[in-house]
């Protein structure tokens, strides 16, 4: 379970690095310019839409055949995927066929959709009733744990390298380092054994030949309720957490080092709390921890943003704050989304 668990911190660390290096990785695929971090934001935007596609098909996979082998094939894929883009040419050597070959991260967005389904079903399969909304806070502060990763690991890359030395070499360091941590967590997790849960249905031959169909056709107000907490979820924290150091950098002012360690207090500050959401969660009711958070992440991003514009010295509370609450809500909310469907 432990290996389960911490795995994800692959998927957030390369996911999350992406949006980090967004200001670098504009000047290296598509040149100089506003319209160029943009661009690079709209590549994201895309391969994020991927996401949904492959949670599908790996979550299909994961009940015709299992919950191991999804989570293996979901790593594979991901290794792959960093390494492929650590090793893309540049706009300097290729010129704009560089921009179009970035698209290829939209592989990564489809792993990322199987991974992060495929290891909270494994998980919470497996884990007490009681304690459904801990384990999965634990898996979600494990992905937190790969965000502070990357952010710690890029604003390490953007201070010991140059501005030339940054965009011709430097930007690929941390996509490899990804990679090798992508290679590792799969060597790990071919250690894992099948789901009980899922063992016990292959045994009674009670496996679903069309799941997907099945549930799309017998749970569907359970799906448009999903769909809702995870959309909601999903916007603050990308908002909150990963746009903020583009937003500094393009209209604050800051340093890319200085924008994306701010980023890193944020991330640190979210791995502390949401073990406590999960344990709420678990004692009070999944309603009321939602409705909490929910009304937190609506009310402080006005506040956030507001400082943020104005260089205000508590800029760092701020974030920290905003990140807390929609980080927290998002994450351990998966166990109450897991048995909506269910």
């Known amino acids: ?35 160029s971090v943009l661009t690079t934001l709209a590549v994201f935007a895309v391969a994020y839409v991927m996401r949904p596609l492959g949670a599908l098909v790996f979550g299909h996979v994961g009940d015709r055949l299992g919950r191991r082998r999804v989570l293996l094939a979901s790593m594979a894929v991901m290794t792959v995927a960093m390494l492929v883009t650590a090793l893309l040419p540049t706009r300097e050597q290729i010129g704009s066929t560089a921009g179009v070959l970035l698209l290829l991260r939209c592989v990564m967005g489809f792993s990322v959709g199987g991974e992060y389904t495929g290891v909270m079903t494994y998980l919470v399969e497996g884990a007490p009733p009681r304690r459904r909304g801990l384990v999965a806070s634990l898996v979600s502060a494990a992905g937190e744990v790969g965000a502070l990763l990357a952010v710690g690991v890029a604003a390490l890359t953007t201070a010991l390298t140059s501005g030339p030395a940054l965009d011709s070499w430097g930007w690929r360091i941390p996509f490899l380092f990804g990679a090798l941590l992508a290679a590792g967590t799969l060597i790990a997790r071919s250690t894992m054994q099948e789901s009980p849960e899922f063992d016990e249905l292959k045994q009674a031959r009670a496996t679903d030949r069309a799941p997907v169909w099945r549930t799309l056709r017998t749970r569907r107000p359970a799906l448009y309720r999903t769909f809702t907490i995870s959309a909601l979820g999903s916007i603050t924290y990308y908002v909150g957490i990963t746009y903020v150091p583009t937003y500094l950098t393009a209209v604050g002012g800051f340093a890319e080092s200085d924008a994306l360690w701010l980023a890193t207090v944020a991330s640190a500050a979210v791995i502390v709390v949401t073990p406590f959401a999960g344990m709420m969660a678990d004692r009070v009711g999944r309603r009321h921890t939602l409705v909490l958070f929910g009304a937190l992440s609506l009310l402080l991003p006005v506040t956030m943003f507001a400082f943020m514009t104005r260089g205000h010295t508590l800029l760092v509370q701020h974030q920290a704050a905003f990140a807390l609450s929609t980080a927290a809500r998002r994450r351990w909310s998966s166990a109450w989304r897991f048995r909506q469907v269910m």
Do not use: N
């Open 1 to 35: 379970m432990g290996v389960a668990a911490f795995s994800t911190v692959v998927e957030w660390y390369d996911f999350t690095l992406y949006l980090f290096m967004t200001t670098v990785l504009s000047r290296v695929f598509f040149g100089p310019g506003a319209s």
